[in-house]
RNA sequence: GGAGGGUUGCCCGAGUGGCCAAAGGGAGCAGACUGUAAAUCUGCCGGCUAUGCCUACGUUGGUUCGAAUCCAACACCCUCCA
């Protein structure tokens, strides 16, 4: 194991918060000492199995962890995801079924997987101590905590303040996320910043219960692909579904590479500094680099290159990064371009029926629309005419839309 | 249990009988300019081949020639009192 220093110079590298530094120090110390390596924990809810890059932030936390030589933990909030975690939001979160549950934490493990190293990782679910929990023992659990200490997390407090409803069960939540470290008696737990409240409720939670406290490390939580720099400073959305400003995990690696280059120069340094495994001085050299006039789209595609790398492979990167270049900057088409079939009862097909029966656009209307607008080609010619009539027993290359292009050959069938 | 306030489109938010598919803002989309990004300007932004029709202002019913607007019941949220 590496000496105490060196190991917190890695653990603490882009932290947010760090409750309490000492503590750590020390047991890191005896950690070394004695040759148990710390139990670290995460947990996560499989609320949604639409995982994005923000969550690779705490992940890659975690395999630093694990190349340390630590113990990884990850806890599948398999109980309290039913339960449903208060969002940043404020809005209600549906509480889920078991199956729902299940079938998301696999999707997360699986995601997990491409950065954790599987064989030094515990999975363990809530719902093994926490679906059998007595209810004196809930009582107990929710005797030690008052209202008004709830009421001193953010959302809560904000919600309360604006006369928007605080469900009782959703005081549970911290409560509950906090006994799972009295559980698995872990020396730390890491979580996303929105986290810090439920972390530091475990940590108060555990000498309750005749335990050590543990020491609580957040990561920050990833602006979205929307986000601009403003006088220096990022501003912008946490990256999230609901926002549709996020980069999936699991998306094509053309749709990946595309975002990152949709990204803006400035704070594409950012998502350098929280997910590559570059080090900080390589980092470093790039903002100087393009401060020297680099072109910001050479550095964006070295992220986007990197990051389908680890999501899918080399080959796709390469592959995503020559259909970019081509499609969006050389206007060719892409390879794999899907035909649909469409039918019609007369001679002709209207353009924007077309375009809604292929499903480029939600209705005719909008279809109508971005034909009116210019945003769409037929056969590699912007089309001008909202009239346009597609002849019966022809094939149509078809494109729609300029950020997110999408072609579609639309065969209208006799 | 009692009293009062509230619920409008993706989000915020105006609208208290016809001029309301519903102001304004945000988000989003398209075009121009670009680099694929930003900034700026312009246009669009419920559905339907439509000078019209359908659906929509918490739900259901009612009043009216006509309802987001008035009435009733219900649901949900908030505040105060118990």
Not at 145 to 162: C, G, I, N, P
Not at 199 to 210: A, E, K, N
Not at 365 to 378: A, D, I, S, T, W
Not at 379 to 386: E, G, I, L, M, N
Request: contains cysteine; hydrophobic residues 40%.
């Amino acid at each position: 194991m590496l000496p105490v220093a060196e190991q917190l110079a890695v653990i603490t590298r882009g932290v947010v918060d760090l409750h309490v530094r000492s503590e750590l120090e020390a047991r890191l110390e005896e950690s070394i000492k004695t040759g148990k390596p710390l139990r670290v924990k995460a947990g996560f809810d499989p609320t949604r199995p639409d995982l994005h890059i923000g969550h690779a932030v705490l992940m890659a936390k975690m395999r630093q962890f694990q190349d340390l030589g630590h113990h990884i933990i990850l806890l599948v909030g398999e109980f309290t995801a039913m339960v449903g975690d208060p969002t940043g939001k404020n809005e209600l979160r549906p509480r889920l079924s078991r199956e729902e549950v299940r079938a998301a934490a696999k999707t997360y493990t699986d995601q997990a997987f491409k950065i954790l190293d599987p064989s030094k990782t515990e999975i363990r679910s809530n719902a093994e101590w926490l679906d059998e929990m007595k209810l004196v023992k809930v009582v107990e659990l929710m005797a030690t905590m008052t209202v008004s200490r709830m009421l001193e997390r953010k959302d809560f407090a904000q919600r309360y303040a604006e006369g928007r409803p605080i469900y009782q069960h959703e005081f549970l939540y911290p409560l509950l996320q906090g006994y799972d470290s009295v559980e698995l008696n872990c020396d730390i737990e890491l979580g996303g910043t929105d986290q810090l409240f439920n972390l530091l409720v475990g940590r108060d939670l555990m000498p309750r219960y005749g335990l050590r406290p543990q020491i609580v490390i957040t990561t920050p939580l990833l602006e979205g692909t929307d986000a601009r720099i403003e006088n220096g400073v990022i501003v912008g959305k946490k990256m999230s579904k609901s926002a549709d400003n996020y980069i999936g995990l699991t998306e094509p690696p053309i749709d990946m590479f595309r975002k990152v280059m949709q990204i803006d120069d400035d704070v594409i340094f950012r998502y350098f500094e929280l997910l590559s495994s570059r080090s900080t001085q390589e980092i470093e050299e790039l903002k100087r680099e393009k401060a020297e006039g680099r072109d910001p789209r050479e550095i964006k595609a070295l992220f986007a290159r990197e990051l389908v790398t680890r999501f899918h492979d080399e080959a796709a990167a390469i592959a995503a990064e020559n259909e970019f270049k081509q499609v969006y900057s050389g206007h060719a088409v892409p390879q794999d371009v899907e035909e649909v079939t469409v039918t019609t009862e007369g001679p002709t097909l209207w353009i924007a029926k077309a375009l809604s029966s292929a499903g480029l656009v939600k209705s005719t209307g909008e279809g109508k629309r971005l034909v009116e607008q210019g945003g769409v080609e037929v056969d590699q010619t912007r089309v001008t005419d909202a009239n346009l009539q597609l002849e019966r027993g022809k094939r149509y290359l078809v494109r729609v839309g300029s950020k997110n292009r999408r072609f579609k050959y639309i065969y209208v069938a006799p």
